[in-house]
């Protein structure tokens, strides 16, 4: 599983230099270094509201940092919009899912494909000649999609209809339609059983293995993480608190205080409320 | 077993996305089509000409303006003057001897150009806002042409169409024009229905639905949302310049007046946001309705003797208009497009009910 020996420190796909990010008074993200490298699975974890969306939402471009650059393939991207970035071969998916409603599981994961895709107007009227060739094309792809991620059944229902486990799938299936060079997931197991978990984990480690992706994981089930994850990497409260090989991250007391402080506001918490 | 999915097996890709799957669709689509070219020989001419014509060129403006609404969920309340640029720039074109067909796509291009200047305020604002934009929009047009004389053609407001010729036929008397607003309407119903089969389609729909994760795909919303706004406005130009040269004639400003454009919002929303097939029922709801409603009035009140006042004779039609279109949107929010597909689908797996959707 370790693939990170392979390939030498110099193929670094993303690479985050002191990001910095505040909400109004709030820094959510307090000069965070992060490095994604070749065919590497990163876990990326810590307590809620760590800031680990946040950092998602820097690197895909939807929150421009105050401060800090963010260097994909070895372009600086830190100013540009989350289609421009998406055109360079980053694909993301939500904590909360953003499908699109009303259209079929179909046309979800084929507006996958739109960045390999010439979309016009005069295509569109002309559709048989101009559009059709095309649009068959990326049909194939998309449906060999559909088969990797076992969503046959289900391709011709509205997407909204879909249970939720499901509909998780289908956003992991539009991110892979784009084929990307890097993947980012934004707790893609959140909700789900043991079962489906262990479907989505197997189609994440296929992903890396047969599609050449690199992957920023974020996810709160720590035995996924630590099964999967070349790296891992944790904040707390805005800041790297640890990195490193994943067994040995979790056992650095500083993320164990991180997790138990949070157990133990929880607890207290919890004593409130019945008090 | 024309009304049958069952045993349908596609073995291509564009077999499966065809517009008309069914045999039943094609069938029915295709009498339509026959009905429609075969009317200037079957159908009364006066029928032809203040029914069919302006119903074909209706639907073809709410197609445009469903576009925008339906298809890429930008509300517009000025496609009216959109339509009025269309129709003045090419009235005056042809009128400085401009020949029609290049007179058609400038008006197109005109108002996608003005068009997208006011659209581009939906780069910023959503809902509400957008839609006082759009209808400050048709405020400043209107007063721009009455206030003009050059554009309105003088003291009187009034521009005579001179005759034009389309592709070599001078498009006069009734069944010309006729053809030209099929044409046009052809066109137009063939982009909409392709709309819903191409990446282009796919990209205003996911801008519709959530402009965020439309980014996150590579989908630039600034870009798809211009394009919506120069798409839609291309259309309602033209539409507005077939309309003037073929049904209208004498073009005045109170042609395209807010009335117009409140008149195509509620066929695109009685219709059916987003449905081709809504469009034309939508068209012919609001444009019959009222017409109907008179008829029906006067003939009651004539047999019967009902002492009705003048006053609440125009009146009483107004009124059930406006509640059929509210009852309507309380009975059935998508419109008579769904209405109808409710229909289709219930026979469509009669009499086995529990397959229904
Ligand atoms: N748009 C926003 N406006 C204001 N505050 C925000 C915004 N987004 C995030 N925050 C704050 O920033 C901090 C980090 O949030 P973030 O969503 O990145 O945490 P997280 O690590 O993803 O948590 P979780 O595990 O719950 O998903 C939180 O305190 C959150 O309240
Ligand atoms: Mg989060």
């Not at chain 1, 040995?248 to 919890?270: C, H």
Request: glycine fraction near 10%; charged fraction near 20%; aromatic fraction near 10%.
């Amino acid at each position: 599983m370790q693939r990170t020996d392979s390939s030498g420190p110099g193929d670094i796909v993303l690479r985050c230099r002191d990001i910095e990010r505040s909400f109004g008074g709030l820094k959510a993200l307090k000069a965070v270094n992060l490095e994604i490298r070749k065919g590497e699975i990163l876990g990326l974890v810590g307590p809620n509201g760590s800031g680990k969306t946040t950092m998602v939402n820097v690197i895909t471009g939807f929150y421009p940092p105050e401060r800090g650059t963010v260097t994909l393939f070895g372009e600086n991207i830190t100013r540009k919009r989350p289609h421009a970035i998406a055109a360079r071969r980053m694909a993301r998916t939500f904590q909360n899912l953003a499908l699109f409603r009303g259209l079929s599981v179909l046309d979800n994961i084929l507006l996958g494909r739109h960045v390999h895709m010439r979309p016009s107007a005069i295509a569109t009227l002309f559709y048989w000649v101009w559009a059709l060739r095309e649009e068959t094309r990326h049909r194939r792809v998309v449906e060999e999609i559909i088969d990797f991620m076992q969503l046959q059944d289900i391709r011709n229902e509205p997407v909204e209809v879909v249970p939720l486990g499901l509909q998780k799938r289908v956003e992991l299936a539009r991110a892979l339609a784009a084929e990307p060079k890097l993947l980012v997931l934004d707790e893609p197991m959140a909700g789900m059983n043991q079962e489906e978990k262990e479907y989505i984990t197997r189609f994440i480690l296929d992903a890396r293995d047969e599609r050449d992706v690199s992957i920023l994981l974020i996810e709160h089930h720590m035995d996924v993480v630590t099964a999967i994850c070349d790296r891992m990497q944790v904040l707390s409260y805005g800041e790297t608190i640890a990195e490193g090989k994943p067994r040995e991250a979790i056992a650095d007391p500083r993320v164990i205080s991180a997790y138990l402080g949070q157990r133990a506001a929880k607890r207290q918490a919890g004593a409130g409320a019945a008090a | 077993m024309l009304y049958r999915q069952a045993g349908i097996r596609h073995r291509r890709y564009a077999a499966e996305r065809q517009l008309w799957p069914l045999t039943f669709d094609r069938v029915l689509v295709g009498g339509v089509v026959l009905f429609l070219l075969a009317a200037p020989f079957t159908l009364d001419r006066l029928y032809l000409g203040s029914y069919l014509l302006p119903w074909l060129l209706w639907s073809s403006a709410a197609l445009g303006l469903n576009l925008l609404m339906g298809g890429a969920g930008q509300i517009h309340l000025g496609y009216g003057a959109v339509m009025a640029i269309g129709a003045y720039t090419s009235v005056h074109l042809v009128r400085s001897g401009i020949p029609f067909e290049l007179a058609l796509v400038l008006a197109g291009m005109t108002s996608a150009a003005l068009g997208i200047v006011f659209g581009a305020a939906a780069l910023r604002v959503k809902g509400l806002y957008l839609a006082m934009s759009t209808l400050a929009m048709q405020y400043i047009i209107d007063f721009t042409i009455s206030h003009v004389p050059g554009i309105s053609g003088g003291t009187q407001a009034s521009l005579q169409v001179p005759r034009v010729t389309l592709l070599g036929m001078p498009v006069t008397g009734e069944v010309t024009p006729y053809y030209v607003a099929l044409g046009l309407c052809a066109v137009i119903t063939l982009f909409m229905l392709n709309v819903g089969r191409t990446s282009f389609g796919r990209a205003l729909a996911a801008i519709r639905e959530k402009d965020y994760a439309a980014e996150i795909i590579g989908v630039g919303t600034f870009k798809y949302k211009l394009l919506a706004f120069w798409v839609s406005s291309f259309i309602g130009g033209v539409v507005g310049a077939v309309l003037a040269v073929c049904y209208l004639r004498i073009v005045t400003p109170d042609q395209f007046h807010l009335d117009l454009s409140i008149q195509l919002v509620a066929m695109v929303i009685v219709g059916g946001l987003g449905s081709v097939l809504g469009s034309f029922f939508g068209a012919a709801l609001i444009l019959f309705a009222p017409i109907f409603f008179n008829n029906a009035i006067g003939t009651l009140a004539t047999q019967f003797g009902l002492g009705i006042s003048t006053d609440l004779r125009s009146h009483i039609p107004l009124m059930l208009y406006g509640a059929l279109i509210i009852l309507f949107l309380l009975v059935e929010p998508l419109g008579l497009a769904k209405i109808y597909d409710n229909v289709r689908k219930y026979f469509l797996v009669w009499p086995f009910r529990h397959v229904r959707k």
